[in-house]
């Protein structure tokens, strides 16, 4: 993968397009950028409220995946997924007569919007478990309670932490949508807002290429902690 990278960033270099400012021009506005116009600090921002949703997402989607397993609760599953069509210029307006800060509203918008993506997800991997699995988890003595959590919840948590990990994405994009909206604690978003209003084109294709950067950057933590905390989970699958 590093070869295609390097090749793409040499022809970028040496052959570069007239809608894209060069590859000399983005390097020298993500100098200016972090320098003088503060990325690192506003990327830190937009990183720690960006967790701060996602984990309060990740507790709410489990909870309501593990509810599927009773089928007198999976119509509340599904529609709670549904909600994913819902715009979220509607919702900020709710939001924000509902809650009394800037970050209240910003943070309830990303939690909402990545909390329907999740729950689409995990409900996929509960569902998924076969009769067989419980029926053998039965025979172990483990009872119908014990068989849940042994199969259901402990055995489905790598498929539970790969979801998470396909569906951080969301929040990225949600972000720089709340954070125009809501000014007043900055953020990557702001600042690529400020970028784009000014056309400075140079400098929203630098703060692309980090917004990218730490994506794929936490795509492979995420990897990393699957791998560590469930290296079983892949032999089920060779």
């Known amino acids: 993968m590093a070869g295609q990278?390097?090749?793409?960033?040499?022809?970028?270099?040496?052959?570069?397009?007239?809608?894209f400012p060069s590859l000399g021009d983005v390097f020298r506005a993500l100098g200016d950028l972090i320098t003088s116009q503060g990325l690192l600090q506003e990327l830190w921002a937009s990183l720690l409220t960006a967790f701060q949703a996602l984990g309060i997402a990740t507790v709410l989607a489990l909870f309501l995946s593990y509810l599927t397993a009773l089928p007198f609760f999976r119509p509340l599953a599904f529609a709670a997924s549904k909600l994913r069509y819902l715009t979220l210029t509607g919702l900020t307006f709710f939001m924000a007569l509902l809650l009394s800060s800037g970050h209240?509203?910003?943070?309830s918008v990303l939690v909402f919007g990545a909390t329907v993506y999740l729950v689409t997800g995990m409900t996929r991997v509960i569902l998924s478990t076969t009769q067989e699995e419980l029926d053998h988890a039965r025979t172990?003595?483990?009872g119908e309670w014990g068989s849940f959590w042994q199969v259901v919840v402990r055995g489905k948590l790598a498929d539970m932490l790969e979801v998470v990990r396909q569906n951080f994405a969301i929040i990225w994009t949600l972000i720089t949508l709340v954070e125009t909206l809501y000014q007043s604690e900055g953020g990557i978003g702001l600042l690529l807002y400020k970028q784009n209003r000014y056309l400075h084109l140079d400098g929203v294709v630098a703060i692309q290429l980090v917004i990218l950067a730490v994506g794929v950057a936490q795509d492979y933590g995420f990897e990393a902690l699957r791998k560590a905390f469930f290296p079983y989970a892949e032999l089920g699958k060779m």
Do not use: D, N, S, T
Not at 5 to 19: G, N
């Open 140 to 142: 172990l003595g483990l």
């Open 104 to 107: 209240q509203v910003k943070l």
């Open 5 to 19: 990278v390097l090749a793409l960033l040499a022809l970028w270099l040496f052959y570069p397009l007239q809608l």
